[in-house]
């Protein structure tokens, strides 16, 4: 069992940046691959990005290339998402999640296959 708490979101400028946390408890953090969601009002949860267990392979959705950047510190049971360049399409509840994969180099992009969820962090970028 993993326990997952989001923290960090907030009202954000158009052009400016955020960074959203998310603290895990309970099990092995090293264990899971950890990823990031967003669900805006109306719209289905989408995928934003992903890290391997290790921290050493990300995958991200491709609007938020080159913008977003995920990362994790397992010592801490700490994942992040450090979000740049932020429009009003990035407005969202944001919700990390983890699942649990064996490998250092795995990445996962489907909700379905992710066990564990947070609660969520309101994202809201104002223009």
């Known amino acids: 069992q993993v326990q997952l708490v989001e923290s960090g979101g907030g009202l954000v400028q158009h052009g400016g940046s955020l960074s959203v946390s998310c603290a895990a408890s309970?099990?092995?953090?090293?264990?899971?691959?950890m990823g990031w969601f967003r669900q805006a009002p109306g719209k289905e949860r989408e995928f934003v990005a992903s890290?391997?267990?290790?921290?050493?392979?990300?995958y991200y959705q491709d609007s938020v290339k080159g913008r977003f950047t995920v990362s994790r510190d397992n010592a801490k049971k700490m994942v992040y998402l450090q979000m740049n360049s932020l429009t009003s399409e990035d407005t969202a509840v944001y919700y990390c999640?983890?699942?649990?994969?064996?490998?250092?180099?795995?990445?996962?992009?489907?909700?379905?296959?992710?066990?564990?969820w947070g609660q969520g962090t309101q994202v809201t970028v104002s223009s």
């Open positions: 309970g099990r092995t953090f090293s264990d899971y691959v």
């Open positions: 999640a983890a699942a649990p994969r064996p490998g250092d180099s795995v990445v996962v992009f489907t909700a379905g296959e992710y066990a564990y």
């Open positions: 890290i391997s267990r290790s921290g050493m392979t990300t």
